[in-house]
Nanobody
Framework: EMQLAQSGGGVVQAGGSLTLSCAVS????????VGWFRQAPGKEREGIAC????????YYQDSVKDRFTVSTATYKKTLYLHIVDLNPEDTADYYC??????????????????WGQGTQVTVSS
């Protein structure tokens, strides 16, 4: 089982940017995938981006691909979601999730085994 510790949420003004972090621990090896998800108030959870840690494979939801960037610092076992040009519709609880996988990643939550605690992002207009 992997442990995921998230940080980086908060209140941001519209048009601003922020970076969410997801530190992965509890295992050895680099062949895992991390997905980023969000759940806005009253809405279902949605997959927004993912990255394969070992080879850097990335996928993005079409609606966010111009503003969201995922990256990894493999030596620190930390993954990042950088968001620019935030708007109030980005207000949500953001989660990272991990699964053992090489060369792929997924935008569907059921593919992942371990989840971070979530972090809240609020975008003020």
């Amino acid at each position: 089982e992997m442990q995921l510790a998230q940080s980086g949420g908060g209140v941001v003004q519209a048009g601003g940017s922020l970076t969410l972090s997801c530190a992965v621990s509890g295992f050895g090896g680099d062949d895992y995938a991390v997905g980023w998800f969000r759940q806005a108030p009253g809405k279902e959870r949605e997959g927004i981006a993912c990255i394969g840690n070992s080879d850097g494979t990335t996928y993005y939801q079409d609606s966010v691909k111009d503003r969201f960037t995922v990256s990894t610092a493999t030596y620190k076992k930390t993954l990042y979601l950088h968001i620019v040009d935030l708007n109030p519709e980005d207000t949500a609880d953001y989660y990272c999730a991990a699964v053992w996988a090489a060369g792929v990643c997924f935008l569907t939550g059921r593919e992942y085994d371990d989840w971070g605690q979530g972090t809240q992002v609020t975008v003020s207009s």
